[in-house]
């Protein structure tokens, strides 16, 4: 059962391939040094970079995920972007990018170096390399299988062909191109998908018939009415929603170490605000982002809560897995098969293949810098000239995207990488948000504790893991792989976000204890612009005061707080 | 000065735009019971016509502005 596709919509997908390719090809004579590649000049207007910001992270996982989480666990996924998502962004525009800019450094593992120490450096820029590569291989692998699954498309061919353009496109234009594909691509993505959410609501009957559809969902599942459409009201009692998952984990392990350790200290998107042009212009990078980000839960997630809404009321809508339960993986393809004709289909479709290239253009820049700058330059050649290291850079782009496609491949052929690399990363990244917080906020903090905070935050993640099981799930993969099972959570999210709050604590604690029975080795004099206390108070007083980060920020933390109230 | 990012965003739009719309007009109705009966790639294409102008118009009109800039200089 293919989804057909006309000679209008192959035109349309080889336009946006064409105008993709070209802005590549149209910037390659404005890379004249690393800056250029790796920074983009330090050259991007404010809403440029924070619409790169927002798309970078737009990766076709996050199109297909966050509406396959609207299907099974209805409105309580906004908590991934009003809980999550916005607060943390306000806080890296307003609190950390006056370091991560005014600092200088051209990437987060080198913040960490100027901070701390070279071994914190080199164990964030290994980890963060490799992640990043598999990162992108396994969004490669998804994106293939889907179109395969729902297209007929060959999944080699749809591999090496959407390798190829994101390869030609850095290749050429570097950061500049990735950014400005990404603006290009963040369009694209919300003019695709907007039909598809303004004609399912029309016909499920505008949002009180959605409430209503919802509601049968949720008493089929053994839930009270609300469970689907309401955000808050079913969060007292791990038990009483679908995402197993009570207050306190919630806002503790997704609204503050996840999210915060994501949008905060993941390179793919502070690379972003890295490359604005002013520090007034960084800070509200991220904030700007906030604004369309708020938005994208009726993009992303209420398809999916329209597809099971369907499904329930109509029958038969999405299709069964192996055992029996609906896939929800394919409820945004199967809207956009359901709902578009020939033409706005292949709107739709390209819309998801920018949201794939979107996606991997931000892992694959972030590695070569990563590479370049802190692995290359730092350990195997430095002091080479800038034209050496430009070359560098863009061989790195050629080799990690080869590399990509490698772990696009390794994924096919072992089923069970994809939730062991996904775990790997929830123990890597967890922690690394009490280090920067230590970091930027505690002068007294080592270059000892935070390295060996780390790595002891990431074995209390590992050992938690091990010791507990999701409901449901036999040891192994999912947990419980240490022998005892000493506590079984009511799902995997509810096991996911208190497997942060561990790793936070733990590195939190550690990073503290150790740097207290550690020398310092930086003076206060060192830490000049990397750590809050010793940095001269930066003054916005040159714009004027409803232009200034700290309103945009108050604005946006306002009106996050609207809509929560709204769903609640 | 570099290349402007809304002059290729406004070209894109602009073009899909004028596609879907041409496509909307002459396409057959029947493939419209999808889209709840709704011409949607006329009318889409509409939407995506009016944003690319938009955008180009934009970027023509910040390009003539720094071309004045630069001859006054």
Redesign the interface.
């Given at each position: 059962m293919h989804i057909q596709l006309g000679a209008?919509d192959y035109?349309?997908l080889i336009?946006?391939f064409a105008?993709v390719l070209?802005?590549g090809w149209?910037?390659r004579r404005?890379i004249k040094s690393g800056d250029d590649f790796f920074l983009s000049g330090r050259?991007i207007p404010a809403w440029?970079a924070g619409l790169a910001f927002m798309s970078a992270n737009l990766g076709a996982q996050e199109v297909i995920g966050m509406g396959a989480s609207g299907a099974k666990y209805g409105m309580m996924t906004s908590h991934f972007y009003w809980l999550g998502a916005i607060p943390a962004m306000v806080f890296v525009g307003i609190f950390m990018m006056p370091f991560y800019y005014g600092s200088r450094a051209r990437s987060v593992p080198e913040y960490l170096k100027l901070r701390f120490d070279e071994k914190t450096r080199g164990f964030n820029a290994m980890t963060f390399a490799v992640m990043t590569v598999f990162s992108s291989g396994i969004s490669m692998y998804a994106l293939a299988k889907l179109l395969e699954l729902v297209l007929g498309w060959d999944f080699n061919a749809s591999i090496l062909v959407s390798a190829a353009i994101v390869l030609v496109y850095i290749f050429l234009g570097g950061l500049?191109s990735a950014i400005?594909n990404e603006?290009?691509q963040f369009?694209l993505i919300v003019?695709g998908f907007l039909?598809l959410t303004l004609?399912g609501l029309?016909?499920v009957g505008g949002w009180a018939g959605l409430t209503a559809k919802l509601h049968v969902v949720a008493t089929q599942a053994g839930f009270a009415p609300g469970a689907w459409s309401e955000s808050w009201r079913h969060v007292g009692n791990a038990h009483a929603n679908p995402m197993g998952v009570e207050w306190f984990g919630l806002v503790m392990g997704l609204g503050f170490v996840l999210s915060f350790g994501y949008w905060c200290t993941d390179f793919l998107v502070v690379q972003r605000a890295m490359a604005a042009n002013s520090m007034v212009a960084a800070r509200r990078t991220p904030l700007l982002a906030a604004i369309p980000k708020m938005l994208f839960p009726f993009l992303v997630i209420v398809p999916g809560m329209i597809a099971i809404a369907l499904h329930v009321t109509r029958g038969g809508f999405l299709p069964l897995g192996a055992d029996g339960t609906p896939n929800y993986n394919l409820a945004v393809p199967v809207m956009l098969g359901?709902?578009?004709?020939?033409?706005?289909l292949g709107?739709g479709l390209t819309a998801l293949m920018a949201s794939f290239m979107s996606g991997m253009a931000g892992n694959v820049t972030a590695f070569n810098t990563v590479w370049t700058y802190d692995i290359y330059q730092s350990y195997i050649r430095p002091g080479q000239s800038d034209k050496h290291y430009l070359r560098m850079g863009q061989a790195a782009t050629v080799f990690g995207i080869l590399f990509s496609v490698a772990a696009a491949y390794v994924t096919t052929r072992f089923n069970n990488i994809m939730d062991m690399l996904q775990l790997v990363f929830a123990f890597v990244n967890a922690p690394l948000f009490a280090t920067f917080l230590l970091g930027m906020f505690w002068r007294r903090a080592t270059g000892h504790g935070a390295f060996f905070g780390l790595l002891i935050g990431t074995g209390v993640a590992a050992l938690h893991n091990g010791l507990v099981l999701p409901l449901g799930a036999v040891p192994g993969i999912k947990g419980g792989f240490l022998g005892a099972v000493i506590h079984t959570y009511p799902s995997e999210m509810a096991q996911n976000f208190w497997t942060a709050i561990f790793a936070w604590t733990a590195c939190f604690v550690a990073t503290i204890v150790i740097s207290l029975l550690t020398q310092r080795k930086k003076s206060d004099d060192e830490l000049k612009g990397l750590v809050y206390a010793l940095t001269p108070r930066l003054k916005d007083r040159e714009s004027p005061w409803y232009k200034q980060p700290a309103t945009l920020g108050v604005i946006v933390l306002g009106l996050t707080v609207v809509l929560n109230v709204i769903f609640w | 000065m570099?290349?402007d990012?809304r002059l290729?965003?406004g070209?894109?739009?602009t073009?899909?735009g004028a596609?879907?719309v041409v496509?909307?007009l002459v396409?057959d109705r029947a493939?419209?019971a999808?889209?709840?009966g709704?011409d949607?790639?006329l009318w889409?294409?509409l939407?995506?016509l009016a944003?690319g102008l938009v955008m180009l118009t934009f970027a023509l009109r910040s390009r003539r502005a720094q071309g004045d800039n630069g001859a006054t200089r």
């Open positions: 209008i035109t349309i336009i946006y105008f070209g802005i149209a910037l404005f050259a440029v500049t400005y603006v290009l369009f003019l039909p004609l029309k016909d359901h709902y578009l004709p020939t033409g706005l709107l | 570099k290349l990012v290729p965003i070209m894109m739009f073009l899909l596609i879907l496509f909307g396409s493939i419209y999808r889209s709840l709704i949607v790639n889409w294409g939407v995506l944003f």
